[in-house]
């Protein structure tokens, strides 16, 4: 579903608000980007319901220019079926992966989600498509803008193993998914993977 028009401006106002806080010297600007900032913030806090503190502290935490988080998926196979963990965070199940970490390249990082969220080990052989959050329709709205990049893995080692993020591991054929955690992936993505490892010689997809 599309993002509605209130949170599409508030993510702009905040984008604003930090550039013009990271690279202005006048202080009568600097106010008005902070007052920026806290309209921002109102308007995230009252579409969605969150307290105006919570959204306050976590932009407080972005400094510099602002930019798209970076989400990564790790998409591996075995015996024709996909490999999903279950987040405890909602009980709903999602490929293995998550933000991506400083100072790690985005192949690191989701080798190293896979591992820590399911036990197994595998190697990232493609990157299958990078779609952003927002196009891509998925049901949670965000605050922020993502970029979420796709790769096919190949299993080289480990056993399933759950972990203080994940509360079971198993692989899944494709028409008989669980209940996906739709705010991290989606049924079509998944069918996409399979797509991409059926056929390696497919070209990345992206938006």
């Known amino acids: 579903m599309d993002d509605p028009k209130w949170l599409l401006w508030a993510r702009e106002l905040q984008a604003i608000a930090q550039t013009g806080l990271t690279f202005s010297n006048d202080r009568y600007d600097v106010e008005r980007y902070r007052r920026l900032r806290a309209i921002a913030v109102a ?11 919570r959204i306050s502290a976590l932009f407080d935490q972005d400094l510099g220019y602002p930019t798209p988080k970076v989400d990564v998926r790790g998409a591996v196979f075995r015996g024709g079926r996909i490999l999903l963990v279950r987040e ?11 933000w991506g970490d400083v100072n790690q390249s985005a192949r690191e990082c989701v080798e190293r989600e896979i591992q820590e969220e399911s036990g197994f080990q595998a190697r990232a052989v493609k ?36 972990s203080i993020e994940t509360s079971a591991v198993e692989f899944f054929a494709l028409d008989k998914l669980p209940q996906l955690s739709l705010g991290r992936v989606t049924p079509e993505q998944i069918g996409r993977m ?14």
């Open 43 to 53: 308007m995230l806090a009252a579409g969605s319901g969150a307290p105006v503190e």
């Open 194 to 207: 399979y797509e991409h490892w059926r056929s390696p010689q497919l070209m990345t997809e992206f938006d």
């Open 88 to 98: 405890i965070s909602d009980g709903y199940w999602t490929l293995p992966g998550g």
């Open 127 to 162: 990157l299958a498509a990078v779609w952003d959050y927002r196009r891509q329709r998925q049901a949670a709205s965000h605050p922020y803008s993502i970029y979420k990049f796709f790769f096919i893995c190949e299993l080289i080692g480990g056993e399933a193993s759950p």
